[in-house]
């Protein structure tokens, strides 16, 4: 099976601007979640979706959001960009049957704000 | 809520030799337990992961860890690193049932010199 995919790669943005992201999930996982990686606090969760629904969200500003299509495909989005926001970020999916508890994670994106 | 404590940032090894990578966690329910690996400006790949049944989990490129409930540890073990090892390991946890985020530790990098 092919593995998470990820688009883009990078990204360079400026303040002020916003950004999508695109995150395509392993062939029949149906939860997708996001993390943010920065050199100073780490790998944050940002939120989860599954069956085009958030069912879970961590605390970033409402800035940040995504949404989930019915193929299990999944994006985020970012407004009104700041420097803070430059980072990894990584989708991750898993499957709702056995072995549900384990997230697979795609390449990230790296995203620079200028 | 859970968190995670990865007890050393750095840890320089010679090749061959053997390395012991310490991951110690809070949390009030039970939990599921994970170590990825992440490579320079890749993603995070599975390590090995601890869900239930035996406490000695192996795992891949000869990795393997001992979840200890008492001591509320996951350490990552390898008897003979290579330089190929050299990356960032991270320990992660994850409540059980529902859709529960990962929690990460910060990190440990791992420096195989020859």
């Known amino acids: 099976k092919a593995g998470v995919t990820q688009t883009p790669r990078y990204l360079i943005k400026t303040r002020g601007q916003q950004v999508t992201l695109s995150c395509s999930p392993i062939s029949g996982h149906r939860s997708v979640s996001w993390y943010q990686q920065t050199p100073g606090q780490g790998l944050q969760f940002l939120f989860e979706y599954f069956s085009e629904t958030q069912r879970n969200k961590g605390n970033f500003p409402g800035r940040f959001s995504g949404r989930q299509f019915s193929n299990s495909r999944s994006e985020m989005n970012v407004s009104t960009l700041e420097l803070g926001d430059s980072a990894l970020y990584l989708c991750?999916?898993?499957?709702?049957?056995?072995?549900?508890?384990?997230?697979?994670f795609g390449p990230g994106t790296r995203l620079l704000v200028l | 809520a859970q968190s995670v404590t990865q007890l050393d940032s750095q840890v320089p090894v010679f090749e061959e030799a053997p390395v012991e990578l310490r991951c110690n966690y809070s949390?009030?329910?039970?939990?599921?337990l994970f170590w990825y690996v992440q490579y320079p400006n890749q993603g995070l790949q599975l390590l090995l992961k601890y869900l239930s049944g035996s406490t000695l989990v192996k795992g891949i490129n000869g990795f393997e860890a001992e979840f200890n409930k008492s001591q509320t540890s996951f350490h990552l073990r390898k008897p003979s690193v290579h330089i190929s090892d050299t990356a960032e390991y991270f320990c992660a946890v994850r409540a059980q049932g529902g859709s529960e985020k990962l929690v990460f530790g910060k990190g440990t990098k791992l420096t195989v010199n020859p």
């Open positions: 991750a999916s898993s499957s709702e049957q056995g072995g549900g508890e384990t997230q697979y």
């Open positions: 949390s009030s329910v039970s939990v599921y």
